[in-house]
T-cell receptor
Framework: GDSVTQMEGPVTLSEEAFLTINCTYTATGYPSLFWYVQYPGEGLQLLLKATKADDKGSNKGFEATYRKETTSFHLEKGSVQVSDSAVYFCALSPPGFQKLVFGTGTRLLVSP | DAGVIQSPRHEVTEMGQEVTLRCKPISGHDYLFWYRQTMMRGLELLIYFNNNVPIDDSGMPEDRFSAKMPNASFSTLKIQPSEPRDSAVYFC????????????FGPGTRLTVL
Protein backbone atom coordinates (compact mmCIF):
# COMPACT_ATOMS: atom_id res chain seq x y z
CA GLY A 1 0.00 0.00 0.00
CA ASP A 2 0.88 3.65 0.02
CA SER A 3 3.46 4.70 2.56
CA VAL A 4 5.86 7.48 3.52
CA THR A 5 9.29 6.99 5.08
CA GLN A 6 11.08 9.80 6.88
CA MET A 7 14.50 9.97 8.43
CA GLU A 8 14.63 9.26 12.13
CA GLY A 9 15.09 12.14 14.48
CA PRO A 10 15.83 14.12 16.37
CA VAL A 11 17.84 16.29 14.04
CA THR A 12 19.93 18.69 16.10
CA LEU A 13 21.40 21.77 14.43
CA SER A 14 22.90 25.08 15.37
CA GLU A 15 21.23 28.27 14.25
CA GLU A 16 22.00 29.21 10.61
CA ALA A 17 22.94 25.64 9.69
CA PHE A 18 21.62 23.95 6.54
CA LEU A 19 18.72 21.57 6.99
CA THR A 20 17.75 18.48 5.05
CA ILE A 21 15.03 16.07 6.16
CA ASN A 22 14.70 13.10 3.87
CA CYS A 23 11.35 11.75 2.74
CA THR A 24 10.63 8.93 0.33
CA TYR A 25 7.31 7.47 -0.62
CA THR A 26 5.65 4.44 -2.13
CA ALA A 27 2.49 4.99 -4.11
CA THR A 28 0.80 4.04 -7.34
CA GLY A 29 0.33 6.78 -9.86
CA TYR A 30 1.14 10.38 -9.06
CA PRO A 31 0.22 11.34 -5.51
CA SER A 32 0.25 14.88 -4.18
CA LEU A 33 3.03 15.44 -1.63
CA PHE A 34 3.03 17.60 1.47
CA TRP A 35 5.16 18.77 4.36
CA TYR A 36 3.34 19.64 7.57
CA VAL A 37 4.88 21.16 10.69
CA GLN A 38 3.75 20.68 14.28
CA TYR A 39 4.90 23.11 16.96
CA PRO A 40 4.73 22.02 20.60
CA GLY A 41 1.19 21.74 21.88
CA GLU A 42 -0.37 22.61 18.54
CA GLY A 43 -2.01 20.91 15.60
CA LEU A 44 -0.33 20.39 12.26
CA GLN A 45 0.06 23.23 9.79
CA LEU A 46 0.71 22.89 6.09
CA LEU A 47 4.23 24.05 5.30
CA LEU A 48 4.35 23.36 1.57
CA LYS A 49 3.04 21.01 -1.10
CA ALA A 50 3.63 19.80 -4.65
CA THR A 51 1.05 18.16 -6.83
CA LYS A 52 3.04 16.89 -9.80
CA ALA A 53 6.49 15.67 -10.72
CA ASP A 54 9.29 18.28 -10.73
CA ASP A 55 7.11 20.80 -8.90
CA LYS A 56 8.90 22.69 -6.14
CA GLY A 57 6.95 23.71 -3.06
CA SER A 58 8.31 26.55 -0.96
CA ASN A 59 7.32 28.54 2.08
CA LYS A 60 9.12 30.46 4.86
CA GLY A 61 12.52 29.59 3.39
CA PHE A 62 11.73 25.85 3.22
CA GLU A 63 11.75 24.03 -0.11
CA ALA A 64 11.00 20.55 -1.40
CA THR A 65 11.01 19.19 -4.95
CA TYR A 66 8.77 16.36 -6.14
CA ARG A 67 11.15 13.79 -7.62
CA LYS A 68 9.26 11.01 -9.36
CA GLU A 69 12.39 9.17 -10.47
CA THR A 70 13.63 8.77 -6.90
CA THR A 71 10.16 8.87 -5.25
CA SER A 72 11.43 11.54 -2.90
CA PHE A 73 10.33 14.87 -1.48
CA HIS A 74 13.20 16.01 0.73
CA LEU A 75 12.72 19.14 2.84
CA GLU A 76 15.52 21.74 2.83
CA LYS A 77 16.23 25.11 4.36
CA GLY A 78 19.39 27.10 3.88
CA SER A 79 19.60 28.67 7.33
CA VAL A 80 17.53 27.40 10.23
CA GLN A 81 16.38 29.48 13.17
CA VAL A 82 15.59 28.51 16.74
CA SER A 83 11.93 29.15 15.93
CA ASP A 84 12.04 26.32 13.36
CA SER A 85 12.27 23.77 16.18
CA ALA A 86 9.25 21.53 15.66
CA VAL A 87 8.20 18.14 14.32
CA TYR A 88 8.03 17.88 10.53
CA PHE A 89 5.73 15.39 8.78
CA CYS A 90 5.94 14.29 5.19
CA ALA A 91 2.64 13.10 3.72
CA LEU A 92 1.08 11.97 0.49
CA SER A 93 -2.40 11.98 -0.94
CA PRO A 94 -2.99 9.07 -3.31
CA PRO A 95 -4.59 10.11 -6.60
CA GLY A 96 -8.32 9.73 -6.44
CA PHE A 97 -8.36 9.12 -2.70
CA GLN A 98 -9.44 11.64 -0.09
CA LYS A 99 -6.95 10.85 2.61
CA LEU A 100 -3.47 11.78 3.75
CA VAL A 101 -0.85 9.15 4.55
CA PHE A 102 1.71 10.54 6.99
CA GLY A 103 5.27 9.62 7.76
CA THR A 104 6.30 9.15 11.37
CA GLY A 105 7.59 12.70 11.75
CA THR A 106 11.07 14.10 12.32
CA ARG A 107 11.81 16.28 15.30
CA LEU A 108 14.11 19.25 14.60
CA LEU A 109 15.93 20.94 17.46
CA VAL A 110 17.78 24.18 16.69
CA SER A 111 20.07 25.66 19.30
CA PRO A 112 21.28 29.28 19.43
CA ASP B 1 -11.82 32.87 11.25
CA ALA B 2 -11.19 31.11 14.56
CA GLY B 3 -9.85 28.01 12.88
CA VAL B 4 -10.82 24.47 13.77
CA ILE B 5 -12.02 24.29 17.36
CA GLN B 6 -11.74 21.17 19.48
CA SER B 7 -12.93 20.48 22.98
CA PRO B 8 -11.92 19.54 25.51
CA ARG B 9 -8.19 20.18 25.13
CA HIS B 10 -7.40 17.63 27.80
CA GLU B 11 -9.44 14.71 29.06
CA VAL B 12 -8.55 12.28 31.81
CA THR B 13 -10.91 9.41 32.41
CA GLU B 14 -10.98 5.95 33.86
CA MET B 15 -11.13 2.74 31.91
CA GLY B 16 -14.67 1.80 30.98
CA GLN B 17 -16.00 5.34 30.88
CA GLU B 18 -17.53 6.96 27.82
CA VAL B 19 -15.53 9.74 26.22
CA THR B 20 -16.85 12.29 23.72
CA LEU B 21 -14.54 14.55 21.76
CA ARG B 22 -15.93 17.52 19.89
CA CYS B 23 -14.93 19.43 16.79
CA LYS B 24 -16.14 22.54 15.03
CA PRO B 25 -14.67 22.82 11.52
CA ILE B 26 -13.91 26.05 9.72
CA SER B 27 -17.10 27.56 8.38
CA GLY B 28 -17.70 26.60 4.76
CA HIS B 29 -15.38 23.61 4.76
CA ASP B 30 -17.10 20.50 3.46
CA TYR B 31 -14.59 17.83 4.50
CA LEU B 32 -13.86 16.86 8.08
CA PHE B 33 -11.22 14.40 9.25
CA TRP B 34 -10.51 12.73 12.59
CA TYR B 35 -6.93 11.62 13.32
CA ARG B 36 -5.23 9.91 16.22
CA GLN B 37 -1.57 10.52 17.12
CA THR B 38 0.48 8.18 19.30
CA MET B 39 4.19 7.63 19.73
CA MET B 40 3.90 4.03 18.61
CA ARG B 41 1.69 4.44 15.54
CA GLY B 42 2.24 8.05 14.54
CA LEU B 43 -0.62 9.94 12.93
CA GLU B 44 -3.51 7.78 11.75
CA LEU B 45 -6.66 8.77 9.88
CA LEU B 46 -9.68 7.37 11.69
CA ILE B 47 -12.60 8.61 9.60
CA TYR B 48 -13.58 11.43 7.31
CA PHE B 49 -16.81 13.09 6.26
CA ASN B 50 -17.89 14.95 3.16
CA ASN B 51 -20.95 17.18 3.47
CA ASN B 52 -21.71 15.55 6.84
CA VAL B 53 -21.71 12.03 5.37
CA PRO B 54 -19.09 9.49 6.52
CA ILE B 55 -17.03 8.51 3.50
CA ASP B 56 -14.29 6.26 4.85
CA ASP B 57 -14.23 4.82 8.36
CA SER B 58 -11.72 2.09 7.65
CA GLY B 59 -9.30 3.61 10.14
CA MET B 60 -11.67 3.35 13.08
CA PRO B 61 -9.94 0.82 15.31
CA GLU B 62 -12.98 -1.07 16.55
CA ASP B 63 -16.65 -0.85 17.40
CA ARG B 64 -15.93 1.03 20.58
CA PHE B 65 -15.25 4.06 18.39
CA SER B 66 -18.01 5.99 16.65
CA ALA B 67 -18.18 9.36 14.94
CA LYS B 68 -21.04 11.55 13.89
CA MET B 69 -21.52 14.81 12.05
CA PRO B 70 -25.10 15.96 12.64
CA ASN B 71 -24.54 19.25 10.80
CA ALA B 72 -21.90 21.17 8.90
CA SER B 73 -20.53 22.88 11.99
CA PHE B 74 -20.18 20.06 14.48
CA SER B 75 -18.74 16.57 14.78
CA THR B 76 -18.16 14.16 17.65
CA LEU B 77 -15.88 11.20 18.18
CA LYS B 78 -17.08 8.88 20.90
CA ILE B 79 -15.26 6.04 22.62
CA GLN B 80 -17.38 3.67 24.67
CA PRO B 81 -16.05 1.98 26.71
CA SER B 82 -12.63 3.60 26.84
CA GLU B 83 -9.44 1.61 27.42
CA PRO B 84 -5.90 2.68 28.41
CA ARG B 85 -4.63 1.93 24.88
CA ASP B 86 -6.94 4.68 23.59
CA SER B 87 -4.71 7.26 25.26
CA ALA B 88 -3.52 9.56 22.48
CA VAL B 89 -3.91 13.00 21.00
CA TYR B 90 -6.97 13.20 18.75
CA PHE B 91 -6.99 15.81 16.00
CA CYS B 92 -9.80 17.11 13.89
CA UNK B 93 -9.07 18.75 10.54
CA UNK B 94 -11.18 20.36 7.85
CA UNK B 95 -10.72 21.38 4.25
CA UNK B 96 -12.75 22.93 1.51
CA UNK B 97 -12.21 20.79 -1.55
CA UNK B 98 -10.61 17.55 -0.43
CA UNK B 99 -7.21 16.31 0.57
CA UNK B 100 -5.24 17.87 -2.25
CA UNK B 101 -6.07 21.20 -0.72
CA UNK B 102 -4.77 22.33 2.62
CA UNK B 103 -6.13 20.54 5.66
CA UNK B 104 -6.50 22.83 8.66
CA PHE B 105 -5.92 21.08 11.95
CA GLY B 106 -7.37 21.85 15.34
CA PRO B 107 -5.16 22.01 18.44
CA GLY B 108 -6.06 18.45 19.42
CA THR B 109 -7.53 16.74 22.46
CA ARG B 110 -5.08 14.90 24.68
CA LEU B 111 -6.91 11.87 26.06
CA THR B 112 -5.58 9.88 29.00
CA VAL B 113 -7.41 6.73 30.02
CA LEU B 114 -6.32 5.42 33.40
Amino acid sequence: GDSVTQMEGPVTLSEEAFLTINCTYTATGYPSLFWYVQYPGEGLQLLLKATKADDKGSNKGFEATYRKETTSFHLEKGSVQVSDSAVYFCALSPPGFQKLVFGTGTRLLVSP
Amino acid sequence: DAGVIQSPRHEVTEMGQEVTLRCKPISGHDYLFWYRQTMMRGLELLIYFNNNVPIDDSGMPEDRFSAKMPNASFSTLKIQPSEPRDSAVYFCASTLAGVSDTQYFGPGTRLTVL
